[in-house]
Each structure stands twice: as C-alpha cells, then as structure tokens.
C-alpha cells in the first residue's frame, strides 16, 4: 500500500494500515512532513502499548512496515493499493491521480480521502476511472472507526469491495455512499458546524455550552465546534463554500464568524486559536 500526503489524515492511514499488517510506503514532498509523521506515529502507538491495548512486539512490527520516501510516484508504482490523503483542493487531486495513473499497475486501486470532493471528477483525470474508489477515512485515524466508501458511477462493483476488505481489515466500520457533494458525513456534520456557529455568532450560548448540548444532550463524542477546532477553521469553509455552490442551499453558506476568524488566522488547533484558546 502506498499513503501519498504525510499530514494529518496520512500519517493516520498509514499507522492503522501497518497495524494491520500491510507493508506500506507513506510519501510526502516534504521531509519535514514525513519526520513529524513517522514521531506521531511511534508516539500514538508507545500510547497503545501503554495502555495495554497492544504488545511492544506489535508496535515494533507495525512501525518496520512502514517506508518513507519523498516521490509519490516512484512510491506508488508496484502498490496494490495506493490512498490519497493530500490537501482537499480538487485541481492537485486531479493532477496527482493523472500522474499516479501513468505508474500505477492495471490491476492497482486507486483512493481518494476526499471529506467532500466528487471523486467521479478525480476519477475522469485517469483512464482507469472503475478501479478509483473514496475511502474517507476521519480524524484521528488510529481512533475513529468509520470509513465512508463512496461509489460513482462507473465503479467497479469488485473494487468497492476490496476497499470495504481492506477498511474492515485495519478495524473499521463501512458505510457505502453514493457520489454526491458532501457524501453523508460532511454533509450532516457540516450544517451542524454551521449552525453552532451561527448560533455563537448570534449570542445563543457560548461554543463551550453549544458543544455541552451536543455532548452531554445527543451522545456526540466531540462538540461541533471544537471539532471544527480539530479539523482547521480553513478547511471547514473550504468544504461549506464547495457545498454552498454545488448544492445552492443557503443552510451551506458560511457564517460571517468562520470568515472572519480564517481571516484573522485563527484556524483552529493547528493555529493555537479557533473557537476555543489551544
């Protein structure tokens, strides 16, 4: 398996697919990217085995499974499997699955982490559009154990399947979803997001008693805004933006609030500031 894109969605698919025994090679330009991946790794699995959830034999063999290396290309050339993880910009999707599309084997899958993108779209820049697949996986990785798999059109009804395999594999749970903007997961928990900051914006409740209520009232593990934290207050108005136009609801336009902050630079937890002081 090749993981082309070491940032935070990468790394992630990378660790669980070593954990579950796949040889795999994750690939980033970006040395940095790569030194920080492979730390966040070692680190989330000292944790597991700390815990006891697994044995240090097993982290050891998961951590030599994985290779790094700086050429996507050249990486992904013999994979059976090769996932995308890189920025959700529609335009570099396109060009890294022509370029992988000229590499990869006949008989190699294609996958896209995609949280809102079309992958029928991504799938017409290769000649191969029946062996490209979403797998969208969500953050963190090693810990949330949905993957959406998403089937346009001309899908392989045999590569859908595998990718269900190899996801049940790495201990996660499938839904399969059409090919739609916002697939069902993004789409849901996009206009959550959106509203609970509406409702900030309009002085209903603070973002910590907004995320209470969704916590403590619904059962949601995480409040929406501080997920919006976790995810990157850019990236979320880049998905609500992308459904805004394609959808043409209103409930997908973004609040002045989320403008206002991206603008600032107050991008959630990567920044030290979003809704919430990290």
Known sequence: MAVIGAGTMGHGIAQVAAMAGYQTRLTDT?????????????SNLA?????SKMTQDDADAAIARIATAADPTASARDADLVIEAVAEDLAAKEQLFRQLDAVVGDAAILAT????????QIA???????????????????????VEVIAHPQSDPAV????????DRMGKTTILVRDTPGFASSRLGVVLGLEAMRMVEQGVASAA????AMELGYGHPMGPLRLTDLVGLDVRLNIAEYLHRE????????PRILRDKVQRGELGKKAGRGFYEW
């Open 30 to 42: 970006n040395s940095d990217a790569l030194t920080d991946a492979m730390s966040r790794i070692a």
């Open 47 to 51: 944790g597991a085995v700390s815990r």
């Open 113 to 120: 982490n995609t949280s809102s993108l079309s992958v029928t």
């Open 124 to 146: 017409s820049a290769t000649r191969r559009p029946a062996r490209v697949v979403g797998m969208h996986f969500f953050n963190p990785v090693h810990i949330m154990k949905l």
């Open 160 to 167: 859908i399947a595998v990718a269900r395999e190899v996801a």
């Open 209 to 212: 008693d907004i995320d209470s």
């Open 247 to 254: 959808l043409q609801d209103p409930k997908f336009d973004p």
